[in-house]
Protein backbone atom coordinates (compact mmCIF):
# COMPACT_ATOMS: atom_id res chain seq x y z
CA UNK A 1 0.00 0.00 0.00
CA UNK A 2 1.46 3.36 -1.06
CA UNK A 3 0.61 6.34 0.76
CA UNK A 4 -0.16 9.26 -1.62
CA UNK A 5 0.24 12.89 -0.24
CA UNK A 6 -2.82 15.31 0.58
CA UNK A 7 -0.62 18.17 0.46
CA UNK A 8 0.65 19.86 -3.24
CA UNK A 9 3.73 21.92 -3.62
CA UNK A 10 3.93 24.76 -6.14
CA UNK A 11 6.02 26.88 -6.34
CA UNK A 12 4.40 30.90 -5.94
CA UNK A 13 5.38 32.06 -9.75
CA UNK A 14 4.06 29.08 -11.49
CA UNK A 15 0.86 30.41 -11.99
CA UNK A 16 2.10 33.42 -13.88
CA UNK A 17 4.91 31.39 -15.76
CA UNK A 18 1.83 29.30 -16.94
CA UNK A 19 -0.01 32.08 -17.99
CA UNK A 20 2.83 34.71 -19.30
CA UNK A 21 3.38 34.81 -23.51
CA UNK A 22 6.82 35.64 -22.42
CA UNK A 23 7.59 32.33 -21.16
CA UNK A 24 11.74 32.53 -21.93
CA UNK A 25 11.78 36.05 -20.48
CA UNK A 26 10.03 35.19 -17.28
CA UNK A 27 11.88 32.38 -16.43
CA UNK A 28 14.95 34.16 -16.46
CA UNK A 29 13.76 36.36 -13.55
CA UNK A 30 12.52 33.40 -11.18
CA UNK A 31 14.58 32.70 -8.18
CA UNK A 32 14.85 28.59 -7.62
CA UNK A 33 16.73 28.59 -4.23
CA UNK A 34 13.99 31.82 -2.80
CA UNK A 35 10.90 29.81 -4.19
CA UNK A 36 11.81 26.07 -3.84
CA UNK A 37 10.00 24.55 -1.01
CA UNK A 38 12.43 24.20 2.02
CA UNK A 39 12.48 21.25 4.82
CA UNK A 40 10.19 21.25 7.80
CA UNK A 41 11.70 21.88 10.84
CA UNK A 42 11.79 19.80 13.71
CA UNK A 43 8.95 21.96 15.44
CA UNK A 44 6.88 22.04 12.10
CA UNK A 45 7.39 18.21 11.82
CA UNK A 46 6.06 17.60 15.19
CA UNK A 47 2.72 19.95 14.82
CA UNK A 48 2.26 18.37 11.32
CA UNK A 49 1.87 14.71 12.62
CA UNK A 50 0.11 16.30 15.41
CA UNK A 51 -2.47 17.01 13.12
CA UNK A 52 -2.21 14.64 10.46
CA UNK A 53 -0.79 11.34 12.11
CA UNK A 54 -1.63 9.56 8.91
CA UNK A 55 1.99 11.54 7.35
CA UNK A 56 4.66 9.83 9.71
CA UNK A 57 6.79 7.41 8.23
CA UNK A 58 7.72 5.51 11.20
CA UNK A 59 8.54 1.91 11.78
CA UNK A 60 5.88 -0.27 11.96
CA UNK A 61 4.90 -2.15 14.99
CA UNK A 62 6.49 -5.34 14.24
CA UNK A 63 9.54 -4.08 13.16
CA UNK A 64 10.09 -2.12 16.19
CA UNK A 65 9.15 -5.36 18.29
CA UNK A 66 11.89 -7.00 16.63
CA UNK A 67 14.35 -3.73 16.92
CA UNK A 68 13.77 -3.49 20.57
CA UNK A 69 14.41 -7.32 20.59
CA UNK A 70 17.68 -6.52 19.01
CA UNK A 71 18.88 -4.11 20.78
CA UNK A 72 17.71 -6.55 24.24
CA UNK A 73 20.37 -8.91 22.95
CA UNK A 74 22.68 -6.50 22.28
CA UNK A 75 22.50 -4.88 25.30
CA UNK A 76 22.76 -8.70 27.10
CA UNK A 77 26.43 -9.42 24.79
CA UNK A 78 27.76 -6.14 26.00
CA UNK A 79 27.28 -6.63 29.66
CA UNK A 80 28.67 -10.17 29.70
CA UNK A 81 31.30 -9.07 27.66
CA UNK A 82 32.39 -6.40 30.00
CA UNK A 83 32.34 -9.17 33.00
CA UNK A 84 34.21 -11.37 30.93
CA UNK A 85 37.04 -8.78 30.63
CA UNK A 86 36.17 -7.31 33.45
CA UNK A 87 36.93 -10.91 35.04
CA UNK A 88 40.02 -11.95 33.05
CA UNK A 89 41.86 -8.67 34.32
CA UNK A 90 41.55 -9.63 38.24
CA UNK A 91 42.55 -13.63 37.48
CA UNK A 92 45.18 -12.10 35.69
CA UNK A 93 46.31 -9.42 38.95
CA UNK A 94 45.85 -12.43 40.87
CA UNK A 95 47.71 -15.12 38.80
CA UNK A 96 50.95 -12.11 38.51
CA UNK A 97 50.69 -11.39 42.29
CA UNK A 98 50.74 -15.58 43.41
CA UNK A 99 53.70 -15.70 40.44
CA UNK A 100 55.96 -12.68 41.80
CA UNK A 101 55.45 -13.45 45.31
CA UNK A 102 57.08 -17.23 44.59
Known amino acids: MKKSA ?3 FMLHDEDRVKH ?3 FRKDITRISF ?3 APRRLTEEEKEELYR ?5 EIGPTPF ?3 QME ?3 RRNQKRILF ?3 GGIMTIVLLLVFYALFARG
Not at 51 to 55: A, C, E, Q
Request: no cysteine; charged share 35%; net charge negative.
Open 6 to 8: SVE
Open 20 to 22: SPS
Open 33 to 35: GRD
Open 51 to 55: IRPDL
Open 63 to 65: FKE
Open 69 to 71: ELN
Open 81 to 83: SMF
